[in-house]
């Protein structure tokens, strides 16, 4: 372990410590909120809370800087909260206690929280900073951001006072974000009716994991494995080798992380026992054929288990025929933007058990046409097999501004301090920029942010030195803002 305060620059690190101290999953960010509230009060400076959670802290303008226009400061407190099989971590109560490895700071077996938590800590910084020169500065520290959007979708019309937003939630240093996906949570249920275990049947839990899962909107191009479509791959085809009976199924636990582990139990005929391993063994290579050179690591595990009951044939048929048809990854990359995917769907969570189904697709579009189409398609598949489908937390995108004028400040400034020139992205996440956009017509955004890889998945890392440069030119953006015209 590293002691994370004694990093440089110290200004953002210290306060990143504070944030793997204290416990911050989606929807349980309170006691950080608490605490950051009456820091920032100690020190003199304005807070509110709205309506929604959301934390805001104001900062004068630095004298004789006062006639600057406003900047916001955006980021958000929650965190993915993820952790490799067998490793014992609460997110609820313990700390994340990274190390240090080759220039990246690391958490081995869970998520980091740099996403969004390097973020925050710089918006902190400057609230803490009396060597900054910089205009009225407010930071806007939303919640549950991860969960739903539902701190910015909660965010109050009128309450920002400046005109320039800078998001600090992006995880590739030298490019600059001006556009980000919308999307839209497709939650489908379906109860189920069971029978007794038959006579002469085995049972055994299967297993699909070792896949390395990731950000399901920034990594759903790579082509890695989703643990849950992977797992009904392989029922469906055991359906053609043995009389398979489905008892339950467990997959994914987030719904904006490719699932990397997923646990179905089944029973089938003992005397089909030979094979069905012969399957397992089978289809274990044929997938690290499939994804060799990006998760090659995937493993399929049989597991002796006991039940007393299984699915009715009837709903077991339509819940894995439904599963199995289910849109995973890209649907469509842009025709306006190269490189970059338009249209998604990430299958992120599955449950089936104690009669009752549960899935939550997330959609994700450039275009909020296109979120609206492939959702209203997954919910036709889901109603054809007899599913209830509510669509939840739709937010919109954020369209892409060339014209920016903060754009322009960042691309200025960047040259200034680094030499060069940045990229310009648009990303197929889902950033908050859309949303308070969205409730701020007026507000110029830009999104940027330091090196970040594995967010949304255990071994979650960010570049030390991208930190630092990070660091350097937010202080020198700050600098540079125009006066109020």
């Known amino acids: 372990m590293v002691n994370i305060a004694e990093l440089q620059p110290q200004a953002v690190w210290e306060h990143f410590q504070t944030l793997c101290d204290i416990p911050r999953p989606s929807k349980h960010e309170q006691q950080l909120r608490d605490y950051l509230k009456g820091w920032a009060e100690l020190r003199g400076l304005q807070t509110v809370v709205d309506a929604a959670g959301n934390l805001i802290v104001r900062k004068p303008a630095t004298p004789g800087l006062e006639d600057r226009v406003g900047v916001v400061l955006q980021g958000h407190l929650d965190m993915v909260c993820q952790a490799n099989a067998g490793t014992e971590h609460d997110f609820f109560k313990d700390p994340i206690r990274p190390v240090l490895q080759d220039g990246w700071l690391v958490a081995e077996n869970t998520t980091l929280g740099a996403d969004n938590g390097i973020g925050v800590a710089m918006g902190l910084a400057v609230l803490a900073s009396d060597d900054i020169a910089h205009g009225p500065i407010e930071v806007l520290m939303t919640l549950d951001e991860e969960a739903g959007m539902g701190g910015a979708l909660g965010l109050e019309p009128g309450l920002l006072q400046g005109s320039m937003m800078i998001n600090i939630d992006t995880e590739e ?45 920034a990594d759903i191009h790579l082509g890695r494995g989703n643990a849950n479509k992977l797992l009904v791959r392989l029922l469906r085809e055991l359906e053609a080798e043995t009389d398979l009976r489905l008892i339950s199924f467990v997959g994914g636990t987030a719904r904006n992380a490719l699932s990397r582990e997923a646990v179905a139990q089944v029973a089938y005929p003992a005397a089909d026992a030979q094979r069905v391993a012969a399957k397992l063994d ?20 049989a597991e002796s288990s006991s039940a007393t009951s299984v699915l009715a044939a009837a709903d077991q048929a339509a819940i894995l025929a439904a599963l199995h ?30 009669g009752k189904v549960f899935a939550n697709l997330m959609v994700r579009s450039l275009l909020d046409s296109g979120t609206w189409m492939l959702a209203r398609e ?44 940045a990229g310009v992205q648009v990303i197929h996440a889902g950033l908050e920029c859309g949303i308070i956009g969205a409730k701020y017509p007026a507000m110029d955004m830009v999104s940027f942010g ?19 440069k990070a660091w350097q030119l937010l202080k020198a953006v700050l600098a540079a803002v125009p006066r109020r015209s």
């Open 173 to 217: 240093w030298g490019e600059f974000y001006m556009g980000c996906a919308g999307g839209v949570d497709v939650n489908v249920t379906r109860s189920y009716d069971t029978l007794a275990l038959p006579a002469g049947y085995q049972t055994v839990s299967l297993l699909i994991r070792g896949l390395k899962g990731g950000h399901s909107g």
């Open 282 to 301: 089978a289809f274990q290579s044929l997938l690290r054929f499939e994804l060799a050179g990006v998760d090659e690591g995937v493993t399929v595990v």
């Open 325 to 354: 048809a289910a849109p995973h990854g890209v649907k469509r990359m842009s025709q306006r933007v190269s490189g970059v995917v338009e249209t998604s769907n990430n299958l992120g969570v599955v449950r089936v058990e104690q």
């Open 378 to 421: 997954v919910e036709s598949l889901f109603g054809l097999a007899g599913f209830a489908v509510e669509m939840e937390g739709g937010y919109p995108g954020w369209a892409p501004n060339p014209q920016s004028p903060l754009l322009a400040l960042f691309q200025q400034v960047y040259t200034q301090e680094f030499g060069g020139k």
């Open 450 to 468: 330091p090196t970040i890889r594995g967010a949304h998945a255990p071994g979650e890392r960010v570049e030390l030195a991208s930190v630092d």
